[in-house]
């Protein structure tokens, strides 16, 4: 999960839909080309993967969608490459496609279908309502919003526990980039779903992890994306980072690792990715 895309999913919170609804032709007849993972799951789940002719690379669940073509990351999508697959529609959330990207391809005849997303419960079935009504299959949208309110309730069990643990969440590519969520962010939203309260205050977005931030935050728990924990060698390697090894978290090793795009997705697996997180937040 890259950083830039962190930062750019805040944008969107409170943002009114930007929906260009999809022609009278039927979606059978269309190829789709998905710049956003979120959207490429939710076209899965209403019966569209067969459609997709390409997607960028955070499309990555289900795992069938990782054979399909890439694109390359939705910050540095060429108009050269969607426009080899000859889609008929591109979708994904309008943050993805910059306007001289967006000009080239309805220059070239292609139907762009763009959404905002919120970063809430509320938010996650708002955008597959409207995902699955631009792409005529709202019954099977219902279906999905219906699965998302029992996983939901299901881990309203877990999330509520009074104990309410300090996450400290940190993005790492190796030591050489390591940062810590503040405020407002994605990760922030997560740990507050799952019944825990992040460790740091006083900032948003992003900062540069420094020891003297994590000892001042002193965690309960440290949370890592499963790829920036193998970034680090494991475990053994966060140990090594500075200052880990003073804080509540590191004398206790309670380390955990989650997949990126299900952690921050807020997409149809949502209540899965709140009931896994409350589950290892105090196991």
Known sequence: MNLKRLTLILMLIGLSPAISPVSAQTPAKQKIVSINGTVSEILAGIGLEEHIVGVDVTSTYPASLKNK????HNRNLSAEGILALQPGVVTGLASDLKPELATQLKSA????????????PAGTKKLIREVSNAFGNKAKGEMLVKKLDQDLAAAAKFSNAAAKPKVLFIYARGTGTMMVAGQQTPLEKMIQL???????KGFSDFRPLTPESLVQANPDVILLFSSGMQSLGGP????DVQGINQTKAGKAKRFV???GELLTGFGPRLGLAIAELAQKLRS
């Not at 005849?109 to 809430?120: I, M, S």
């Not at 053994?236 to 140990?239: A, D, I, R, Y």
Request: hydrophobic share 45%; charged share 15%.
């Open 194 to 200: 799952a019944g825990g309260q992040n460790a740091v």
């Open 236 to 239: 053994s390697g966060l140990l």
């Open 257 to 259: 690792t989650m997949d």
């Open 69 to 72: 073509p890439k694109i390359g």
């Open 109 to 120: 005849g292609v139907k762009l279908v763009l959404f905002n997303q919120e970063l809430t």
